[in-house]
T-cell receptor
Framework: GQQLNQSPQSMFIQEGEDVSMNCTSS?????WLWYKQDPGEGPVLLIA?????ELTSNGRLTAQFGITRKDSFLNISASIPSDVGIYFC?????????????FGQGTTLQVKP | NAGVTQTPKFRILKIGQSMTLQCAQD?????MYWYRQDPGMGLKLIYY???????DKGEVPNGYNVSRSTTEDFPLRLELAAPSQTSVYFC????????????FGSGTQLSVL
């Protein structure tokens, strides 16, 4: 099946640092989404991207839909302890008419105060 | 609104036992989904439903069954539990076909020993 490669797998950073993570695929996607999962909870949508080249911000978070439609990145600026969690990218295939999402493996973020 | 409610939160099963994971949503969403989350593997779609009385297989349906008798409820059934089904299960729902606005439940952690 289709694969999304998300990197890095994990990050351990100091509070105040900026963070960058990305997802790549050999397939073309119609939509890119970024979710955050807090410990013991379900994922929550952070940012949705719908057009190639689109750059969208949500507070300290910025995400971009790659020009080739095969990749996306998420940046977090000035990290704080509550940014801890697992971040997932998810893509909706361009040829799919059922809207099913494919999820990346996740990036586990730990922030040291 | 409660959103998406999953029960139980935790469960331990013996090999060969059966159980039903419950999922209910009160947002009048047409689409409902069951995912499993394994460490380092992201979320894999088990089954989904586009409306009451309609279900379809996802990426990893083997060993599971679902039903959708009402808009609100989408239970997941394990008939003969196997250790490979040890995982965290998430139910999700969305209003329309473009499922980027997925609302997730808080998950069921299942161990099969």
């Amino acid at each position: 099946g289709q694969q999304l490669n998300q990197s890095p797998q994990s990050m351990f950073i100091q509070e105040g640092e900026d963070v960058s993570m990305n997802c790549t695929s050999s397939s073309i996607f119609n939509t890119w989404l970024w979710y955050k999962q807090d410990p013991g909870e379900g994922p929550v949508l952070l940012i949705a991207l719908y057009k190639a080249g689109e750059l969208t911000s949500n507070g300290r978070l910025t995400a971009q839909f790659g020009i080739t439609r095969k990749d996306s990145f998420l940046n977090i600026s000035a990290s704080i302890p509550s940014d801890v969690g697992i971040y997932f990218c998810a893509g909706q295939l361009g040829s799919s008419n059922t809207g099913k999402l494919i999820f990346g493996q996740g990036t586990t973020l730990q922030v040291k105060p | 609104n409660a959103g998406v409610t999953q029960t139980p939160k935790f469960r331990i099963l013996k090999i060969g036992q059966s159980m039903t994971l419950q999922c209910a949503q009160d947002m009048n969403h047409n689409y409902m989904y069951w995912y499993r989350q394994d460490p380092g593997m992201g979320l894999k779609l088990i089954y989904y439903s586009v409306g009451a009385g309609i279900t379809d297989k996802g990426e990893v349906p083997n060993g599971y069954n679902v039903s959708r008798s009402t808009t609100e409820d989408f239970p997941l059934r394990l008939e003969l539990a196997a250790p490979s089904q040890t995982s965290v299960y998430f139910c999700a729902s969305s209003y329309g076909q473009i499922n980027e606005k997925l609302f997730f439940g808080s998950g069921t952690q299942l161990s099969v020993l």
